[in-house]
Antibody, heavy 117, light 107 residues
């Protein structure tokens, strides 16, 4: 069974950085792309970017360049996303989702980030 | 960026009904259109990929159709467990983009 387990709720100050994780099991970690998607309260979904753990190749939505950084640790079957220079606009639920470059087969449960002073 | 529009933000149907959810792309996306279901607890699942291909484990009452810029998700024989918000997503060009979602309720 494919499982994506995301890190828990995060609280951060404006201007700070936060790093969240997505640990996978049940499939070959290095063979599929891992995407990250943002959802603000009551809003739709925004694609942040993707990483291919097999070679750490990354592609970002231009909107999130400089804001998000994706990394992968193959020994831990875990992908990380670091968000920097946080503002209230970064408060959202962040999902990791694995799949092909074109669609996202399996999703994590989401990590809620609250940015507040 | 390709804009994905779901003109119906909410929709209601009775148990056993057939419902259709529509999605329009701002340009031809060559059938690279996928559908997701988000349950009220936030859980997201892939239903349909490449316009009409059913993802593993998805009930056959879900189907998809379309071409060019216009696509549809059809749910036949509506069940209580289908209460959710449905999003379309294009995979033709970067960045990947989603529709705003259609919330499905049971009458």
């Amino acid at each position: 069974e494919v499982q994506l387990q995301q890190s828990g709720t995060a609280l951060a100050r404006p201007g700070a950085s936060v790093k969240m994780s997505c640990k996978v099991s049940g499939y070959s970690f290095t063979s599929y792309w891992m995407h990250w998607v943002k959802q603000r309260p009551g809003q739709g979904l925004e694609w942040i970017g993707t990483i291919y753990p097999g070679n750490s190749d990354t592609t970002y939505n231009q909107k999130f360049k400089g804001k998000a950084k994706l990394t992968a640790v193959t020994s831990a079957s875990t992908v990380y996303m670091e968000l920097s220079s946080l503002t209230n606009e970064d408060s959202a639920v962040y999902y990791c989702a694995t799949g092909t470059p074109y669609y996202f087969d399996y999703w994590g449960q989401g990590t809620t980030l609250t940015v507040s002073s | 960026d390709i804009q994905m529009t779901q003109t119906t933000s909410s929709l209601s149907g009775s148990l056993g009904d057939r419902v259709t959810i529509s999605c329009r792309a701002s340009q031809d996306i060559s059938n690279y259109l996928n559908w997701y279901q988000q349950k009220p607890d936030g859980t997201v699942k892939l239903l349909i990929y490449y316009t009409s291909r059913l993802h593993s484990g998805v009930p056959s009452r879900f189907s998809g159709s379309g071409s060019g810029t216009d696509y549809s998700l059809i749910i036949s024989n509506l069940e209580q467990e289908d209460i959710a918000t449905y999003f379309c997503q294009q995979g033709n060009m970067l960045p990947r983009t989603f529709g705003g979602g259609t919330k499905l309720e049971i009458k």
